[in-house]
């Protein structure tokens, strides 16, 4: 009989996980399954960056690199960083694989078992697992009621935040809504996070993909940067999602913790993957630029589709998910989303999993086509 860490009890298995298999099974069994329930583009890496990681490979970049990764690529992430406003310089920088992996090392150096972190729902399935895991405990402020945009709530935010949370973790633009937060909502944010001396987590992994608006680096904002730590990666803006790289940026006392938890367990990112991170920095705005506005014109199709069938959703302005309403149909967002898949043969994930109930997550990492397709069959089956 295995007897397993009371941690691994806290956590469940990723929903999207669950749907993703369902929809594998469909398919197997010959089914057309419109599936919108994917979290990553749906682009090729530009082919530059695949051609960098070759030559890596072929001139033999294939050892071990310094743990926090090579000085190349932190100092392209610096310059990047820099050019937010954020006061970055290599040294403040750990490459990580995957952004995932990043805010999983935040946690386990910041997070005590018992300590507060404070969410903002709907949130990333993971924050949660992530924050369990390191044994924290969870305060979570519903967006829900204020078309998921963050100034209307920092009443509520500020209700949440005492002198005893640890964290607060930001994300924006969001996955899951699609919210861009204006600056005077970060600046609430901030404000909050002086009073209360608490530690800011800035996923900021979408910051490149938004349509009509600016998005604000939690840590340019005076008072922040020393309070921030700052996530991003290179998985959605540069649709590299499989070669997992990413990256955390903080204050050198906060480098020098992570910095242990990093080389003791991963070690390194890959190293011609890290490679390729600096082609990527440096050399594909143009391709960067052509996937943004194949995303903005499939957000406002999404907003249209849905008008068209009488509902209106907060329109997103950033990453590539929109959040619709699961009242139609069955009872909650579970049975919803399993009408969806099982009559409709569209995969989308239950809000439940955001800690949203009353909603589907769509991700439009799909074709215009592909997204007409996937909206006439949940109409035809009375879904919306
Ligand atoms: N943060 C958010 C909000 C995400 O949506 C994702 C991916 O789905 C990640 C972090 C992790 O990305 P990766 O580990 O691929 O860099």
């Given at each position: 009989e295995w007897e397993f860490a009371e941690?691994?009890?806290?956590v469940e298995p990723s929903a999207t996980i669950a749907i993703g298999n369902k929809a594998s099974e469909l398919e197997e069994q010959g089914v057309d399954v419109v599936d919108l329930s994917v979290g990553e583009p749906d682009f090729p890496t530009p082919e530059r960056v695949r051609e960098a990681g070759q030559e890596a490979i072929a001139d033999g970049h294939t050892g071990y690199t310094p743990s926090s990764g090579i000085p190349e690529l932190r100092e392209a992430i610096s310059m990047d960083l820099k050019g937010k406003g954020i006061p970055a310089g290599p040294e403040n920088v750990v490459v990580t694989p995957g952004a995932k992996q990043a805010l999983y090392e935040t946690a386990q150096a910041l997070v005590d078992e018992g300590d507060e972190v404070v969410l903002l729902d709907p949130a990333w399935v993971s924050y949660e697992a992530i924050i369990k895991l390191a044994g924290g405990d969870l305060t979570r402020v519903d967006l829900g009621q204020h078309d998921f945009e963050l100034e209307p709530a920092l009443d509520d935010l500020a209700a949440a935040i005492s002198d005893e949370t640890t964290m607060l973790i930001v994300n924006s633009p969001s996955n899951p809504t699609g919210a861009v937060f204006s600056d005077a909502a970060l600046e609430g944010v901030r404000d909050l996070a002086v009073e209360h001396d608490v530690t800011v987590v800035a996923d900021e992994i979408y910051d490149q993909i938004t349509f009509d608006a600016d998005p604000t680096s939690l840590a340019s904002l005076d008072g922040m940067a020393e309070r921030t730590v700052t996530v991003n990666g290179f998985s959605k803006a540069y649709s590299m999602t499989g070669w997992r790289l990413g990256y955390l940026a903080a204050p050198e006392p906060m480098i020098d913790q992570v910095s242990k938890i990093h080389s003791h367990s991963v070690t390194c990112a890959a190293n011609f993957v890290q490679r390729a991170g600096v082609e990527a920095l440096q050399s594909v705005e143009t391709e960067v630029a052509t996937m943004v506005e194949a995303f903005e014109k499939r957000r406002d199709l999404v907003v249209d589709l849905l008008a068209d069938r009488g509902k209106v959703i907060p329109r997103p302005q950033g990453a590539f998910y929109a959040m619709i309403p699961t009242d139609e149909g069955p009872t909650d967002d579970v049975a919803w989303c399993d009408a969806a898949i099982e009559d409709a043969h569209v995969a989308t994930v239950p809000g439940s999993a955001f800690n949203a109930p009353g909603y589907a997550r769509i991700s439009y990492a799909a074709s215009e086509e592909r997204l007409k397709e996937g909206f006439s069959r949940l109409a035809e089956e009375g879904l919306i």
């Amino acid at each position: 009989e295995w007897e397993f860490a009371e941690r691994v009890g806290r956590v469940e298995p990723s929903a999207t996980i669950a749907i993703g298999n369902k929809a594998s099974e469909l398919e197997e069994q010959g089914v057309d399954v419109v599936d919108l329930s994917v979290g990553e583009p749906d682009f090729p890496t530009p082919e530059r960056v695949r051609e960098a990681g070759q030559e890596a490979i072929a001139d033999g970049h294939t050892g071990y690199t310094p743990s926090s990764g090579i000085p190349e690529l932190r100092e392209a992430i610096s310059m990047d960083l820099k050019g937010k406003g954020i006061p970055a310089g290599p040294e403040n920088v750990v490459v990580t694989p995957g952004a995932k992996q990043a805010l999983y090392e935040t946690a386990q150096a910041l997070v005590d078992e018992g300590d507060e972190v404070v969410l903002l729902d709907p949130a990333w399935v993971s924050y949660e697992a992530i924050i369990k895991l390191a044994g924290g405990d969870l305060t979570r402020v519903d967006l829900g009621q204020h078309d998921f945009e963050l100034e209307p709530a920092l009443d509520d935010l500020a209700a949440a935040i005492s002198d005893e949370t640890t964290m607060l973790i930001v994300n924006s633009p969001s996955n899951p809504t699609g919210a861009v937060f204006s600056d005077a909502a970060l600046e609430g944010v901030r404000d909050l996070a002086v009073e209360h001396d608490v530690t800011v987590v800035a996923d900021e992994i979408y910051d490149q993909i938004t349509f009509d608006a600016d998005p604000t680096s939690l840590a340019s904002l005076d008072g922040m940067a020393e309070r921030t730590v700052t996530v991003n990666g290179f998985s959605k803006a540069y649709s590299m999602t499989g070669w997992r790289l990413g990256y955390l940026a903080a204050p050198e006392p906060m480098i020098d913790q992570v910095s242990k938890i990093h080389s003791h367990s991963v070690t390194c990112a890959a190293n011609f993957v890290q490679r390729a991170g600096v082609e990527a920095l440096q050399s594909v705005e143009t391709e960067v630029a052509t996937m943004v506005e194949a995303f903005e014109k499939r957000r406002d199709l999404v907003v249209d589709l849905l008008a068209d069938r009488g509902k209106v959703i907060p329109r997103p302005q950033g990453a590539f998910y929109a959040m619709i309403p699961t009242d139609e149909g069955p009872t909650d967002d579970v049975a919803w989303c399993d009408a969806a898949i099982e009559d409709a043969h569209v995969a989308t994930v239950p809000g439940s999993a955001f800690n949203a109930p009353g909603y589907a997550r769509i991700s439009y990492a799909a074709s215009e086509e592909r997204l007409k397709e996937g909206f006439s069959r949940l109409a035809e089956e009375g879904l919306i």
